[in-house]
């Protein structure tokens, strides 16, 4: 089981910045891929961007690339997600998740940090 704290997301005006980061803990060792998700309002969770816990295979859902990056640090056992040009629709509660093997569900969460777009 890896444990999963975000931080990071606040207020900010439509076109600024944001780092979010999260901190991983436990079993590490297993993990496969680091992924953002978010959850807007009224909406159903959406897959944000990913990262292979080794290598550099990254991805992006089509809303946010050229804007997002995702990284990792694992001798710090961090991920991160920075957000440049925010958009009012980017306003969500953002989640860490961890995926143990190629092709499972992300089985480990975060308990997530809100990030708020205002225009």
């Known amino acids: 089981q890896v444990r999963l704290v975000e931080s990071g997301g606040g207020l900010v005006q439509a076109g600024g910045s944001l780092r979010l980061s999260c901190a991983a803990s436990?079993?590490?060792?297993?993990?496969?891929?680091m992924g953002w998700f978010r959850q807007a309002p009224g909406k159903e969770r959406e897959f944000v961007a990913s990262?292979?816990?080794?290598?550099?295979?990254?991805s992006y859902t089509d809303s946010v690339k050229g804007r997002f990056t995702i990284s990792r640090d694992n001798a710090k056992n961090m991920v991160y997600l920075q957000m440049n040009s925010l958009k009012p629709e980017d306003t969500a509660v953002y989640y860490c998740?961890?995926?143990?093997?190629?092709?499972?569900?992300?089985?480990?969460w975060g308990q997530g940090t809100q990030v708020t777009v205002s225009s």
């Open positions: 436990g079993r590490t060792d297993s993990t496969y891929r």
């Open positions: 998740a961890a995926q143990s093997r190629p092709g499972s569900a992300f089985g480990s």
């Open positions: 990262i292979r816990w080794t290598g550099d295979s990254t």
